[in-house]
């Protein structure tokens, strides 16, 4: 196998001075750059976390949908008002920049309702580069499908935009359903683009980290009921980056053996 250098990039998961100057984390839902990727964004203040389902549905539905019921809401709330008052809340708290883009949650949309990744690549790569960022965190994208369409979408950005480092964090609510983590590095790897964990310096701080989440008061409950929150809060589970790019050159004759 080929010998790599240092001048092909940062291999072995160390990152080239400069990769973390000016971050954007992708987030599919309010919650989500909190519960992935908080200490990131606690060690590199300033960084900008883009939500991408962050907007209105044509209309809420008449009885709360068994998501939103769990965390409180009754017919006529407006759950996107509030939700993204607790973002407010929840970045300043991680001393974040929060941006929002228009879609609607899927629990809101009949399947054929939902935005593809190309209807959302657009304005993500809009919000993205007014950004003017050095490194971009997508979700892993499992499980969920707006995770899925997030990461996706995403991914279309990065195809236009390869000269930016591209990492991938992992969805805090899924990546322990059995075999969803290992199926999307699968999926990547097989693509040509491989992840691989990346050395990314943070600072841990859980204290923080919980408080951030606890801005989020309507999602407490059902991510206790349906994800186990305190429970991985109190484990400690942590966070891990995935640094996103093609293989070293010489190595895509690991191809032939999968």
């Known amino acids: ?30 919650d989500d750059a909190a519960l ?10 300033g960084s900008t976390v883009i939500t991408v389902l962050g907007g209105w549905p044509p209309a809420f539905p008449e009885e709360p949908t068994a998501w939103d019921a769990a965390g409180g809401f009754k017919a006529g709330d407006d759950v ?7 973002d407010v809340a ?35 790569e809009a919000a ?14 499992i499980a969920n499908p707006d995770h899925v369409l997030t990461h996706d979408a995403g991914c279309q ?24 983590l290992a199926w999307r590095v699968a999926r990547l790897f097989r693509s040509g683009l491989w992840p691989t964990p990346a050395i990314v310096p943070i600072e841990v701080d859980a204290d923080r980290k919980r408080k951030a989440i606890w801005c989020y008061a309507s999602q407490i409950p059902p991510l206790e009921q349906e994800h186990a929150l305190t429970a991985r809060l109190d484990a400690n589970v942590p966070e891990q980056y995935w640094r996103l790019a093609p293989p070293p050159h010489g190595w895509e004759r690991l191809m032939e053996n999968v």
């Open 36 to 45: 992935g990727a908080a200490h990131l964004l606690l060690t590199y203040p």
């Open 80 to 86: 996107v008002a509030l939700r993204r008052q607790e």
């Open 1 to 30: 196998m080929a010998q790599t250098s240092q001048r092909e990039g940062p291999t072995w998961g160390k990152l080239e001075p400069g990769t973390l100057d000016r971050i954007v984390v992708v987030s599919p839902h309010f």
């Open 157 to 180: 950005v990065r195809e236009h935009h390869r000269q930016m480092a591209w990492f991938a964090y992992e969805d805090h609510g899924y990546k322990h359903l059995p075999g969803l």
């Open 90 to 124: 929840a970045m300043e708290v991680l001393g974040a920049t929060p941006v929002w883009l228009s879609f609607p949650d899927h629990q809101y949309l009949t399947r054929a309702q939902r935005p593809r990744p190309e209807d959302v690549a657009p304005d993500l």
């Open 128 to 141: 993205i580069m007014e950004a003017q960022p050095t490194a971009v965190f997508l979700p892993m994208g």
